[in-house]
């Protein structure tokens, strides 16, 4: 039984750039949950997907963030034209029913 | 105002020693669960522990306590027997409402290091 998985690891893009970080979720956890970790802080919600809907959005801090799922699987979010405030660790959790979320490693992003 | 406070921003114990870190937490919603996740230095977060409302005794999961105290918002971790392992970043967390389906809000996190 994997865990939740994210790729890449790391990633160091240039200001400007777009880019894309992946998930995948534990199988046949219908919860999904993005959340942002800046350098010594604590954990910022992002979006929530149930299934391959995303009921709350409310924490994308800008239209410049976007994410999708397909149907109860793998997840992308993605940051148009990155600024350096968007460094930060992105962790992606999932759950099923009424369990605890089980996080992923992360994705470290920097923005040079 | 803040969901979830962790007013304990590093703290130090000795091992074999038993250490509480502090959480308290605001809302109005009748219904909501706290949890305690563990981050080391890897990163990954890890779940330790779960208190749910209504529960009327303080959640353990085996060195791990959960001194829930409802009248105060409160809910801090007590680990028994410290061991060096345990020195990670640690971080109280709330879900409200009923809807199982919320997100996690968090704390601002408690550095534990300990001591041999």
């Known amino acids: 039984g994997a865990g939740v998985s994210q790729s890449p690891s790391n990633k160091v893009t240039e200001k400007g750039k777009d880019v894309e970080l992946r998930c995948d979720p534990i199988?046949?956890?219908?919860?999904l949950y993005w959340y942002r970790q800046r350098l010594g802080q604590g954990l910022e919600f992002l979006i929530y997907?149930?299934?391959?809907?995303?009921?709350?959005k409310s924490g994308l801090p800008s239209d410049r963030f976007s994410a999708e799922r397909t149907g109860e699987s793998v997840s992308t979010l993605t940051i148009q034209r990155t600024q350096q405030e968007d460094s930060a660790v992105y962790l992606c959790?999932?759950?099923?029913?009424?369990?605890?979320?089980?996080f992923g490693p992360g994705t470290r992003l920097t923005v040079l | 105002a803040q969901k979830i406070t962790q007013t304990q921003p590093g703290m130090f114990v000795q091992e074999k020693e038993a250490v509480t870190l502090d959480c308290t937490y605001d809302?109005?919603?009748?219904?909501?669960?706290l949890f305690w996740y563990k981050q080391p230095s890897s990163g990954e977060m890890i779940f330790l522990i779960y208190?749910?409302?209504?529960?009327?005794q303080n959640a353990t999961e085996g060195r791990y306590s959960l001194n829930f105290q409802k009248a105060r918002k409160s809910a801090n971790l007590v680990i028994s027997a410290s061991q060096l392992g345990d020195s990670a970043m640690y971080f109280c967390?709330?879900?409200?409402?009923?809807?199982?389906?919320?997100?996690?809000?968090f704390g601002g996190g408690t550095r534990l290091m300990v001591k041999p």
């Open positions: 959790a999932s759950r099923r029913l009424v369990s605890e979320q089980f």
């Open positions: 199988s046949g956890h219908t919860a």
């Open positions: 997907f149930q299934g391959n809907s995303a009921p709350d």
């Open positions: 809302t109005s919603d009748p219904s909501y669960g």
């Open positions: 208190q749910g409302s209504y529960d009327q």
């Open positions: 967390a709330m879900r409200e409402g009923g809807n199982a389906g919320n997100m996690l809000t």
